[in-house]
């Protein structure tokens, strides 16, 4: 009988836990009488079947948020009938409508399952976030209070102390060891604990690393202090200890400060990071300023400009200030920006040659730094639509004389700028750079022309450059970067080049032109002798279908004692890209100017 008790037993235990659920067994010290015929006998019992509701999903047309689940209004993912009040205690079934379906279809157990599995993600996100929620409110709550607090935190310069000079950053070094006075903008900023801050501060002329403590940390002003604000501070300036490092090797002990300007939560970051399009910093351009490397590059732009003065005046050039509003062009009219003179027909100006070589009977060498304009719709990195202009104008000299003259000019202003205070930037922005080797190879624009065909190099068109075919950019570009080499591309045909420009007494389809070509820039000068016969430059006017009135005053020169001369013109920004190495002209530029962009 007892055998038989068991058999029984066994039977009703295994038909117990076949339907079994985590709950079906109550827990083991529920009733430690209990036997186990009692226990099998409650689990024998099966739980009530859940109730079964079925949902709509459509993964186009659903929405979760405005949807109740029905067919007329279903949900839009498969795990939001999860998500909904008491859906646990449920069976939840599922048609599913899919993208490019027709039909809803119901979805598999496997799929519930995963859609299930969905939802208490989502559900573990949201307690997740919630948390996060609430801890920020605290941290919220718990800033205000310190801010709070912190308003009633005054600091005073200490009257003991002796009365502080006011440096610029770049005299920093010189006046270790004084209290100082210094003024600028928050570069960096860094608060360790409480009662500790260092901040690097930027005048434009240098920097230096301040440190403040105690009291001076713990106002408003350095609790709420951004990067970009502009301050006061006092103190002295110190080495830093042995293994310690920081701008120019010092820092100065803060002892009073005044807060100047604010600045947005997170400074410059707030507008733009690294990941930034070009259009938005170029929208941004007055604060992209601020950036160290572009500080930087516009402070070597000064120093190379006047680098070029120093060439010049060193060698005897005087220097002038021609107008930039004419009536007559010089590098053909496609390019000219139009304006209403007052009623007349006006154009910013293509150059300032003409300007230049009226000047020549008395002032000798002459040379001139200013703004040009030209309407090329030319999307490339070396264009621009206003750029800086460094063109000199030479009096009795022949072509050889030209080429000279240019090529010492570049590498007499090379010399000055590595020689220079901001010689440092140079290496810093382009470490590989070298300055070139002198003389430049001279490469005649007939042998150029046999070069690239020698190289393989053509035509969009796939047939070869040929005489008087114009030498575009990017096969100028592979040819000089090959090359390797400054190289003064000389002797131009006549029908690509101005109407100013003489032909070579040794072949008169030429000119006596000349383009100086830098590797990874491309042509940074172009130069000529300039035709100083009448009777050939009213042949030129004629030839490129020019009115001769409106150039009265420049053919007057050759009436009035004419002489041969020469001249060119160099692109600053072009310059700058090759020695600074920079990829784009934008770079160099300080508001850069191009089609579509007049702003800021």
Not at 235 to 257: L, R
Request: glycine content about 8%.
């Amino acid at each position: 009988a007892t055998h038989n008790l068991c058999k029984e037993a066994l039977v009703l235990l295994s038909r117990a836990l076949a339907h079994a659920t985590p709950h079906s067994f109550p827990p083991a010290t529920t009733n430690k009488h209990q036997t186990m015929a009692e226990a099998a006998a409650a689990a024998a019992d099966p739980p009530a079947p859940k109730e079964e509701v079925l949902y709509f999903v459509d993964e186009v047309a659903g929405s979760d948020e405005t949807g109740d689940g029905s067919e007329a209004k279903p949900f839009a993912t498969r795990f939001a009938p999860y998500l909904l009040p008491g859906a646990e205690d449920k069976n939840v079934k599922i048609k599913l409508k899919k993208e490019g379906g027709e039909e809803f279809e119901d979805l598999g157990s496997k799929a519930l399952k995963k859609a299930k599995k969905g939802a208490e993600q989502q559900q573990k996100k949201a307690a997740t976030a919630a948390k996060a929620a609430e801890q920020e409110a605290i941290k919220a709550q718990n800033r205000e209070a310190n801010l709070e607090a912190a308003k009633s935190i005054k600091i005073t310069a200490d009257p003991s102390l002796p009365e502080p000079v006011r440096i610029y950053l770049r005299d920093s070094v010189a006046n270790r060891g004084k209290r100082v006075k210094v003024c600028g903008w928050v570069s960096r900023l860094r608060r360790q604990g409480t009662s500790l801050m260092f901040i690097v501060l930027r005048d434009g002329t240098g920097f230096l690393q301040c440190v403040l403590n105690d009291d001076l940390c713990k106002t408003y002003d350095a609790l709420t202090l951004q990067r970009e604000s502009s301050i006061i501070l006092y103190g002295v300036i110190a080495a830093v200890p042995e293994g310690k490092e920081a701008p120019d090797g010092h820092e100065m002990s803060v002892d009073y400060w005044e807060l100047v300007g604010t600045a947005p939560a997170g400074g410059l970051d707030s507008v733009m990071t690294e990941k930034t399009s070009v259009d938005v910093k170029l929208d941004q351009g007055h604060l992209l300023l601020r950036t160290e490397t572009k500080a930087k590059v516009m402070k070597a732009r000064s120093a190379v400009t006047q680098c070029f003065r120093e060439h010049f005046f060193g060698n005897g050039y005087f220097e002038v200030t021609p107008p930039t509003m004419v009536q007559t062009q010089v590098e053909g009219g496609s390019t000219l920006f139009g304006l209403n003179y007052f009623g007349d027909d006006a154009y910013l100006t293509q150059s300032s040659q003409l300007y230049l070589e009226t000047a020549l009977s008395s002032m000798g060498d002459v040379f001139c730094i200013a703004q040009s304009y030209r309407a090329e719709k030319a999307h490339t990195r070396r264009h621009l639509a206003e750029y800086t202009h460094i063109e000199a104008e030479c009096p009795f000299i022949d072509f050889e004389n030209l080429l000279d003259r240019i090529e010492g000019l570049v590498c007499d202003v090379v010399d000055r700028i590595l020689a220079s205070p901001q010689g440092h930037v140079v290496k810093e922005l382009n470490p590989d750079f070298a300055p070139p080797k002198r003389p430049f190879r001279r490469m005649n624009y007939l042998d150029a022309i046999e070069w690239l065909r020698e190289h393989d190099v053509k035509k969009d068109d796939g047939s070869y450059y040929e005489y008087p075919d114009d030498i575009p950019e990017a096969p100028e570009r592979v040819m000089t970067d090959a090359i390797g080499e400054p190289i003064l591309l000389c002797r131009f045909p006549a029908e690509i080049k101005s109407f100013y420009m003489p032909r070579c007494k040794e072949d008169d389809r030429m000119t006596e032109s000349v383009d100086v070509l830098m590797p990874g820039v491309g042509e940074i000068v172009g130069g000529s002798m300039r035709i100083w016969d009448y009777d050939a430059l009213m042949a030129g006017y004629e030839r490129e279908g020019i009115s001769a009135e409106p150039y009265y005053w420049y053919t007057d020169q050759r009436k009035f004692g004419t002489c041969p001369h020469g001249g060119y013109g160099l692109g600053l920004e072009r310059f700058l890209c090759w020695i600074l190495g920079r990829y784009h002209i934008r770079e160099v530029t300080l508001f850069p100017r191009v089609e579509g962009r007049c702003a800021p």
